[in-house]
């Protein structure tokens, strides 16, 4: 019923006392490995809350492809979406310091090469999804096809992560378009005005998208629609890590708005899951199942 289009990368992982200064080597941790990319993390929330899920995206024929391709169907995600070959798998390389900054290099590989021939190939899947969900570490002319491909009864959530300038025609297409606040700020660019993220939604909403959800971390979120702003509040949890709280929020957003819920009872589900998320470290290791969600 929901079908996510986005990225799937390996997240290389290396703990350091410093992270190193051009020129400089330093040593660090032993290598974690991680499945990761935006693409790959909303499929497995969706997935591990009870959602029948599929995703579309390109993995590289290799350890890294098989590794998103394993972790996408032990949570049960449909993988015939997910295509291998064309370009090495995307790889985040990520140096983390003690204090928990970190500097990551990502290289998009197969991601980038995820084309709108793959999206019109893979009609049969968007015929069959409520929900498409796209995020932007991929093609902005595969997002543009994904939403040419939409079925006369389904809805586009969009994350615009990392942000960019939208066409019209996505913008357009958004129920809702959902970002967090550095997100909006760049999107929102010249139009920036104040420091109030009601304001922010209503200037994004103008723009054309028929909702908008900008989520404020441990502020909770903000829902924008024509029938008005109203703030959806977060769930209090001892935070210990938030990698992946956006993500696992959007997809039980897209989830429970394709099993017929409204905007501001999917946004109080996502808030409960996003809580839960950030209660434990890492990313698609952290999301919660339903059981999890209604324990909170
Ligand atoms: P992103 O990960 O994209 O930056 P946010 O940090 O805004 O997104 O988090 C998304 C949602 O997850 C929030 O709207 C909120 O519902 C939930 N969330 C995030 N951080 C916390 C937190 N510390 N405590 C409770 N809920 C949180």
């Known amino acids: 019923d929901l ?4 990225s799937a990368n390996a997240d290389l992982v290396i703990g350091v006392e410093r992270r190193p200064a051009a020129g400089e080597t330093v040593l660090g941790s032993d290598l974690a490995v991680h499945p990761g990319g935006k693409g790959a993390n909303q499929a497995v929330a969706a997935a591990r809350l009870g959602a029948r ?5 390109r993995v590289g024929d ?5 590794l ?6 032990a949570a049960g995600v449909d993988t015939v979406g997910v295509l291998v070959g064309g370009a090495p798998t995307g790889v985040a390389l990520i140096t983390v310091d003690p204090s928990g900054d970190n500097s990551i290099v990502v290289s998009p590989g197969a991601n980038g090469k995820l084309t709108p021939e793959d999206v019109r190939a893979a009609g049969s899947l968007f015929h069959a999804s409520r929900v498409v969900s796209a995020q932007l570490e991929i093609p902005l002319e595969t997002v543009v096809e994904a939403v040419r491909s939409l079925g006369p009864d389904s809805r586009f959530v969009l994350n615009p992560s990392p942000p960019r300038p939208l066409p019209q025609e996505v913008l357009a297409a958004c129920d809702p378009l959902i970002l967090n606040e550095h997100e909006a700020k760049v999107i929102l660019g010249d139009a920036l005005v104040g420091d109030d993220p009601a304001d922010w939604a209503r200037i994004l909403l103008a723009r054309g998208p028929r ?6 971390g441990a502020e909770g979120s903000l829902v924008a629609s024509a029938e008005g702003v109203t703030r959806v509040p977060s769930v209090k949890v001892d935070a210990v890590d938030t990698t992946g709280a956006g993500d696992s929020f959007t997809a039980a957003l897209a989830w429970k708005l394709g099993a017929g819920a409204s905007l501001a009872e999917a946004a109080a589900y996502a808030a409960r899951v996003g809580a839960a998320a950030v209660t434990k470290q890492g990313a698609q290791e952290s999301f919660p199942t339903a059981e999890e969600v209604a324990a909170l």
């Open 68 to 73: 998103l391709l394993d972790s996408q169907r």
């Open 211 to 216: 909702s908008v959800v900008v989520t404020l």
């Open 62 to 66: 290799d350890a890294h492809g098989r």
């Open 53 to 57: 899920t599929a995703l579309l995206a």
């Open 3 to 6: 079908l996510v289009v986005g």
